[in-house]
């Protein structure tokens, strides 16, 4: 199951140095003039999570496999992108494919680097990008509300239902919001999902401030998280130019030069952990002597659909999932110690699986 996070923004703003950084790689050019990202670069990257590192030495697991995040690293959009300016509307069909945004916003001052704007105020270029992709969106729906016509009068159940859930988005948007606060039933929540609108995707707003203000932000920065605040949206403050500098580092330099700037911790790992909770993202492992694994599922997931999430026969054949909680697993030191202490349980098809589980499935081919 894969999960992609687009990252958006005004060109300038430092979004193929923050992708440089994810990825490890110099895959997308990173240069001060606008456009120089031309294809979408798409990077993985690894989840950081302490907790496998801590099963596959329990386990004495011979290889550990970290679940994965995708990243699209999508050329700067600028006001007008939904009309063809810039390099248009293929951007916008680039975002489209995603299943999250994290616009970045420039946060810091430099006369050295050039904002397309001639200034340098964040909350202004999160507007522009939205207004572009809701415009977008409006142009969208009134073509498919056009071509859904005819099967609307021939009674075609899916086309109504699309209909009055294109008519709530616009409704919306005609109003100056997002798609994203339509309230949508469970009834309509996969048909308004398959609409693949722009502003119905969740955002994480991604402060790039300068090296000084990486620990502590700015007020650039500060004014980004009153507006994801009023917006219920997701904020993290991140410096792209420290993230990139780290990921040139060994694990030994990059903790030193962490702790020279006061971080705890790289902003990846907090920006990897924010696209998580935007995603409703949880994770559950997979141990034993081979391998140590993690894998990404949706919160709410059934045992049956987390298995699948390996294999499609082990959804097809599910019989049941043997379930060690985490902390079980880790405090008696194992399975067969988990087994023998009563704390491994026998799940059925019912079973919501939670983060942390340690699960072994059995299913019948």
Same mark, same amino acid.
């Given at each position: 199951?894969?999960?992609?996070?687009?990252?958006?923004?005004?060109?300038?703003?430092?979004?193929?140095?923050?992708?440089?950084?994810?990825?490890?790689?110099?895959?997308?050019?990173?240069?001060?003039?606008?456009?120089?990202?031309?294809?979408?670069?798409?990077?993985?990257?690894?989840?950081?999570?302490?907790?496998?590192?801590?099963?596959?030495?329990?386990?004495?697991?011979?290889?550990?496999?970290?679940?994965?995040?995708?990243?699209?690293?999508?050329?700067?959009?600028?006001?007008?992108?939904?009309?063809?300016?810039?390099?248009?509307?293929?951007?916008?069909?680039? /975002?489209?494919?995603?299943?999250?945004?994290?616009?970045?916003?420039?946060?810091?001052?430099?006369?050295?680097?050039?904002?397309?704007?001639?200034?340098?105020?964040?909350?202004?270029?999160?507007?522009?990008?939205?207004?572009?992709?809701?415009?977008?969106?409006?142009?969208?729906?009134?073509?498919?509300?056009?071509?859904?016509?005819?099967?609307?009068?021939?009674?075609?159940?899916?086309?109504?239902?699309?209909?009055?859930?294109?008519?709530?988005?616009?409704?919306?948007?005609?109003?100056?919001?997002?798609?994203?606060?339509?309230?949508?039933?469970?009834?309509?929540?996969?048909?308004?999902?398959?609409?693949?609108?722009?502003?119905?995707?969740?955002?994480?707003?991604?402060?790039?401030?300068?090296?000084?203000?990486?620990?502590?932000?700015?007020?650039?920065?500060?004014?980004?998280?009153?507006?994801?605040?009023?917006?219920?949206?997701?904020?993290?403050?991140?410096?792209?130019?420290?993230?990139?500098?780290?990921?040139?580092?060994?694990?030994?330099?990059?903790?030193?030069?962490?702790?020279?700037?006061?971080?705890?911790?790289?902003?990846?790992?907090?920006?990897?952990?924010?696209?998580?909770?935007?995603?409703?993202?949880?994770?559950?492992?997979?141990?034993?002597?081979?391998?140590?694994?993690?894998?990404?599922?949706?919160?709410?997931?059934?045992?049956?659909?987390?298995?699948?999430?390996?294999?499609?026969?082990?959804?097809?054949?599910?019989?049941?999932?043997?379930? /060690?909680?985490?902390?079980?697993?880790?405090?008696?030191?194992?399975?067969?110690?988990?087994?023998?202490?009563?704390?491994?349980?026998?799940?059925?098809?019912?079973?919501?699986?939670?983060?942390?589980?340690?699960?072994?499935?059995?299913?019948?081919?």
């Amino acid at each position: 199951m894969g999960f992609r996070m687009g990252i958006v923004g005004l060109p300038n703003v430092g979004k193929s140095t923050l992708f440089n950084a994810l990825t490890r790689t110099a895959a997308a050019q990173a240069a001060n003039f606008p456009f120089c990202t031309i294809e979408p670069n798409v990077g993985e990257v690894a989840v950081p999570d302490a907790r496998l590192e801590r099963l596959a030495a329990i386990a004495q697991s011979k290889q550990v496999i970290p679940t994965r995040m995708t990243f699209v690293d999508i050329a700067g959009l600028v006001k007008g992108a939904s009309k063809g300016e810039g390099l248009g509307n293929q951007f916008l069909a680039n /975002i489209r494919e995603t299943d999250a945004i994290a616009h970045v916003l420039r946060c810091f001052e430099d006369g050295d680097v050039t904002h397309v704007e001639g200034r340098v105020n964040p909350v202004e270029d999160a507007e522009v990008i939205e207004t572009e992709l809701m415009i977008a969106d409006m142009e969208s729906i009134e073509k498919r509300l056009q071509g859904l016509s005819r099967k609307v009068r021939g009674g075609d159940k899916e086309a109504v239902q699309q209909e009055r859930l294109l008519n709530a988005a616009l409704a919306a948007l005609e109003d100056g919001k997002p798609a994203r606060t339509v309230d949508v039933t469970e009834d309509d929540a996969r048909a308004w999902t398959g609409l693949q609108l722009l502003t119905t995707k969740p955002i994480l707003y991604v402060c790039n401030v300068d090296e000084g203000s990486a620990a502590d932000g700015n007020a650039h920065s500060a004014a980004v998280a009153e507006m994801a605040a009023r917006q219920g949206a997701a904020h993290v403050v991140i410096s792209a130019q420290i993230e990139e500098e780290i990921a040139q580092l060994s694990d030994a330099e990059a903790a030193e030069f962490l702790s020279e700037m006061g971080l705890e911790e790289p902003g990846l790992d907090r920006l990897i952990r924010a696209g998580y909770e935007l995603l409703a993202l949880e994770t559950y492992f997979t141990v034993g002597p081979k391998e140590a694994r993690a894998w990404t599922i949706r919160r709410g997931t059934s045992a049956p659909r987390a298995a699948g999430v390996i294999h499609g026969d082990f959804e097809k054949g599910f019989i049941r999932a043997e379930t /060690i909680a985490y902390d079980d697993f880790v405090s008696l030191g194992g399975e067969q110690a988990a087994k023998e202490a009563g704390k491994m349980r026998a799940e059925g098809k019912g079973y919501v699986v939670r983060d942390g589980d340690v699960l072994h499935f059995l299913f019948n081919t």
